[in-house]
């Protein structure tokens, strides 16, 4: 299988992204609806009291980021849940003695090495700068580094973000004799990363680079920079008063904007001004008066007694990350989120005759590439008034007699179905740049059908099922809750459930298929399957339609 997924960034920052498809060897405030549905249920058992607590509990656990199994897009999501979870509690803020402190308990009783923390750190940096900023757009990286372990993160950086596939240049003028730093300027030597003299440096730094990392000073700075520091600084505050960002590049700090004071921030006001800053560890005192777009927490090594020691309020990472946005999500440009795909062609020569077998290898595919409920599909009914109304469902069988998916037949969905039998159903295989649409007519399954499926379901699913009258008001979530522990109960000796009348199974048969592939420029193939009438029987005819 080949996985690769390129990203692409454009000017206004969040965008857009080139995906290359993995491929294999072959509202209103009242919620009263629009169109209430008849009632099939049975009303005795929804008058129930109050139980707030549990359910509540049970979601904040399912949603915590650590549960997240670690492929990109839930990274994504779980980055989402943890920037929410971050913006809503407080995260702790160090002074520069706590940061100090901290700093001799990890390597000291601690157990760790400065090396370690400083591969974690200069690591988080550089998967936070990729994340921000694409690799398309911001090739050309250059990492100022000062004399102390901040720069030690810088050098760290240097080498991940070579590795991750930019062209790092380092300017490292007050070099430490340690074998630790003489260790990380090898490798970045090694790599051939230039190493960029300050004389060299031009004195405008927006034409030669992409994006400036700050890792001069951390957190023991103190009094005014000394040179060369203080002209670098300088370079970065001339750099940060052009004012539109989109043509100069982005200003990066490493813990601490350099320069500032630890705590105070930019006393002066005429300090750097970066785009963004990685925090490590804990962000310090002076974080609070970051005002960028970008605030990401990196180091994901604090052991339990540093926290409780400390007192810290630290935001979980997602996944397998080694950073964490904090602070508040910068507002997108929705009009400048965009995709270009890359994928091989969609040929006529190349797809199976039969749809329902070309839809089984797209579906298959799906699987094998790990995506997460690639049988989520969309829905769409019609009333008899011709209004649509689109909800997701999960597909639960599919072969030549078609689609089957379950509801409740007191749904609107039943609703509209009962009155207009058409309906569409739409796949849409984002990792994969794949859209499959099937239209045709919908059939309730049989009863022994959805007997047999509905007791396959997980008995907490049997009573959900029993407990929803689907679409329809209720006053609060306590309602449900109520209801599901009563019957929890009647059913806790493990006997069996009967399956309501009201939920069972339904078949659409298809007419019309279209599979789509995401190609370049919005060219994309799309190969249309619609039944014609050939000497008394019926065949699918494939077209291509299009983009
Ligand atoms: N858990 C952690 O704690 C982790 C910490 N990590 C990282 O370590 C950073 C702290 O590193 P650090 O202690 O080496 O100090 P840092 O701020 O880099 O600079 C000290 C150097 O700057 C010099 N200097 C000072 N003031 C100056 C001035 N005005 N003008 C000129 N020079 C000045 C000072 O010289 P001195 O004044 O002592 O002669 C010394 O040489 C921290 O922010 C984080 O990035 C991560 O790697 C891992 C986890
Ligand atoms: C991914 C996903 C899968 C869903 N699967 C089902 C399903 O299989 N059956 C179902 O009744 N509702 C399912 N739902 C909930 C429906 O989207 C919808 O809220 C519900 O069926 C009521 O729709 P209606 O009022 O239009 O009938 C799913 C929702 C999502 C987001
Ligand atoms: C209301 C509802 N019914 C049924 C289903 C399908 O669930 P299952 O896979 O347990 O049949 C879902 C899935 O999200 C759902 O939300
Ligand atoms: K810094």
């Not at 700093?103 to 370690?116: H, I, R």
């Not at 982005?250 to 921030?265: A, L, R, T």
């Not at 400048?336 to 020569?349: A, D, M």
């Not at 199974?505 to 193939?525: A, I, K």
Request: hydrophobic residues 35%; charged residues 20%.
């Amino acid at each position: 299988m080949l996985t690769a997924a390129c990203k692409f960034r454009n000017k206004s920052g969040l965008a857009s992204t080139t995906r290359v498809m993995p491929f294999f060897l072959s509202t209103s405030a009242t919620v009263t609806p629009l169109c209430p549905p008849p009632s099939p249920y049975p009303s005795p058992h929804f008058r129930l009291p109050y139980l707030p607590r549990r359910g509540l509990a049970f979601l904040a656990a399912a949603a915590s980021p650590r549960t997240l199994p670690p492929t990109p897009r839930q990274a994504m999501a779980s980055l989402a849940t943890s920037t929410a979870a971050a913006a809503a509690a407080e995260v702790t803020h160090l002074s520069q003695r706590d940061a100090a402190d901290i700093d001799e308990q990890l390597m000291g009783p601690l157990g760790f090495s400065v090396d370690q923390l400083m591969e974690l750190a200069g690591l988080s940096v550089a998967t936070a700068v990729a994340e921000v900023y694409k690799l398309s757009e911001h090739t050309r990286v250059l990492i100022i580094c000062g004399p102390g372990n901040n720069g030690g993160d810088g050098l760290v950086a240097a080498r991940h973000l070579y590795h991750f596939g930019y062209k790092p240049f380092v300017c490292y003028p007050k070099r430490t004799a340690k074998p630790l730093y003489s260790g990380l300027v090898t490798q970045l030597e090694s790599l051939a990363i230039p190493f960029v003299p300050v004389e060299d440096l031009p004195q405008d730094l927006s034409g030669q680079y992409d994006i400036v990392i700050d890792a001069m000073f951390g957190f023991s700075f103190h009094g005014a920079p000394r040179p060369p520091f203080d002209d670098l600084i300088q370079m970065l505050v001339s750099l940060s008063v052009i004012g539109d960002s989109a043509k100069r590049p982005p200003i990066v700090s490493v813990d601490i904007p350099s320069g500032w004071h630890v705590e105070e921030g930019d006393v002066s006001g005429g300090g750097i001004k970066p785009d963004m800053l990685v925090s490590l560890t804990a962000p310090k005192l002076c974080a609070k008066k970051f005002t960028g777009p970008h605030h990401f927490l990196g180091g994901r090594f604090v052991p339990p007694p540093i926290s409780s020691k400390y007192g810290l309020e630290l935001p979980p990472y997602p996944g397998t990350s080694m950073c964490v946005r904090i602070g508040k999500v910068p507002s997108v440009d929705i009009s400048s989120l965009r995709e270009n795909y890359i994928s091989p062609e969609l040929l006529e020569t190349q797809v199976m005759p039969n749809p329902f077998d070309q839809f089984r290898t797209w579906f298959d595919e799906a699987v094998t590439a790990g995506l997460r409920e690639p049988n989520a599909m969309a829905l769409t009914t019609v009333n008899k008034a011709g209004k649509p109304s689109s909800r997701m469902v999960l597909l639960k069988g599919v072969d030549k007699q078609g689609f089957v998916w379950y509801t409740n037949y007191g749904s609107q969905k039943a609703h509209d179905l009962s009155e207009n039998s058409n309906a569409a159903l739409l796949f849409y295989w984002n990792e994969m740049n794949r859209q499959v649409r099937v239209e045709g007519s919908v059939q309730k399954v049989s009863e022994e059908e959805s007997e047999k499926y509905f007791h396959s379901r997980p008995r907490g699913s049997q009573l959900g099922a029993i407990v929803s009258k689907q679409s329809t008001v209720i006053s609060g979530r306590e309602v449900l809750q109520q209801a599901y522990k009563e019957l929890e109960q009647k059913y806790s000796d493990g006997s069996f459930i009967p399956k309501p009348d009201y939920w069972g199974g339904y078949r659409l048969t298809p007419n019309l298929f279209e599979f789509w592939q995401g190609q370049q420029s919005r060219l994309h193939d799309r190969l249309q399957y619609s039944q014609r009438e050939l000497g008394g029987s019926t065949e699918w005819h494939i077209q291509r339609l299009s983009p």
